[in-house]
Every structure is written in C-alpha cells, then in structure tokens.
C-alpha cells in the first residue's frame, strides 16, 4: 500500500467551483506540504504543516485554503476555483529532523482543470 | 530566497549511454534531494544527499556543499530512466521547506 495517498487523482471542474484535495498519510510523520506544478516548472510550496496545530503559509497561498484534521490527514481547498489554477497538485510528509532525516515524500499527485 | 538551477535542461540520449546532471544552489543548504518524475507525473525519491556521495545500482549522486552544487550519474541509461529530473533543497533558515530547480528532462532513445 501507498504510505502517500491523495484523493482524487484526476478532477475537472468549472471555474468559481469549491475544490477539496485530500492527502492521508501511514508514515508516522508530523509534518505535511502541498505543492503546486505548472507544465515544464518545478514545484512550488502551497502551506505547509509542522504538527495538527502548527499550519503556515507557503510561496504560493493566495486562492487556497488548508485544514490539518489529523496528523495523517491534510487537505487541500480552493474556495473558488480559476482557470489559472489548472496543475498538478502534490501533497508530500516528512519527519522532524533530529527524529530522521527531513527526507519529503510524495504522493501520486492529483490533475487538477478548471474550466 | 534560495535560487536552484540546473542543468542541462534538456538531454537526449542513447540507451547505454552514460550522463551527468548538475544542480547549483545559491546558500548553505541542510536537505538537497534528487527527484525522478516519470511520464505518468509520479515523483520518485532517488537520494538524499545534502552532503557527501551515495550510490545505487546505476545511479549515484555527489554533493559538494562548501562548493553549492550537487552531481547526479546515469550509468549505462534505459529508456525507463526518460523524465525530468529535479533537484530540491532546504536553505538553512526555511525548516524543511524544498525549493525546487526547473528540472532536466532526459529522453533515452533505443
């Protein structure tokens, strides 16, 4: 099984759409990201989550929300969906450093169009 | 905030041929890790390497910190090693939050 799972994996919508992303996680990990990839870019950081009650703005909050529901659980909203939110979506976890390496890993990603 | 390039972006290669990938950052850094993305979008860790060198199987990484650039070797490359490759690290002062490079994308042809 998928120590990474994001749902859904693939979601069209229409623009001014409410959109929820969820990402579960069975690694044990505290800390939880959402990343944003644009066609031929990199990822970029969405917010990040150091604990249930730690949540944190990443480069690229604007338009998004999150809610931490759980340690193995962070979602991803976007309250009213735009076409120049069309990406691939990725969720990612990693350990507190000084428990383990702060290696990040990933999720499958989800396919996000907004029409 | 940290700047990551690499380079080159674009690669194309014969299968068995060998290649080398290139990330520089512009800070200290406390994480750096080699990322394959498949045709499929999946993101495959390959190494952690914020310092030093690692192998496996045909693949292997250096990082050569103090200098601010990190090495990643494809030997004998198959067409399943086709994608893009990115580099992404931590600066010392964003606790845990990757900055990624644009990525390499490499096409192995039989």
């Known amino acids: 099984d998928a120590d990474v799972t994001q749902t859904p994996r693939n979601r069209i919508t229409k623009t001014g759409k409410r959109i929820m992303l969820e990402c579960s996680q069975t690694k044990g990990h505290d800390r939880m990201y959402w990343y944003r990839q644009d066609p031929g870019l990199g990822l970029r950081l969405i917010y990040y989550?150091?604990?249930?009650?730690?949540?944190n703005k990443g480069e690229i909050s604007d338009g998004y929300s999150v809610s931490r529901q759980a340690q193995a659980k962070f979602s991803l909203s976007l309250e009213s969906a735009i076409p120049n939110q069309t990406a691939l979506y990725f969720c990612?976890?990693?350990?507190?450093?000084?428990?383990?390496?702060?290696?990040?890993?990933f999720g499958p990603g989800t396919r996000l169009t907004v029409l | 905030g940290i700047q990551v390039e690499q380079s080159p972006p674009d690669l194309i290669l014969q299968e068995g041929a060998n290649s080398t990938l290139r990330c520089n950052f512009s800070d200290s850094v406390n994480n750096l890790q080699w990322f394959h993305q498949n045709p499929w979008g999946q993101l495959i860790n390959l190494f952690y390497i914020p310092s030093g060198t690692k192998q496996n199987g045909r693949l292997s990484a250096t990082t050569v910190a103090t200098e601010r650039y990190s090495l990643l070797y494809i030997s004998s490359s198959q067409t399943t090693d086709s994608g893009v490759y990115f580099c992404a690290v931590t600066d010392t002062g964003t606790a845990s939050k990757l900055t990624f490079g644009t990525g390499t994308r490499l096409q192995v042809t039989l």
């Open positions: 990612a976890t990693s350990d507190r450093p000084g428990k383990s390496t702060d290696t990040q890993y």
């Open positions: 989550s150091f604990d249930v009650k730690d949540i």
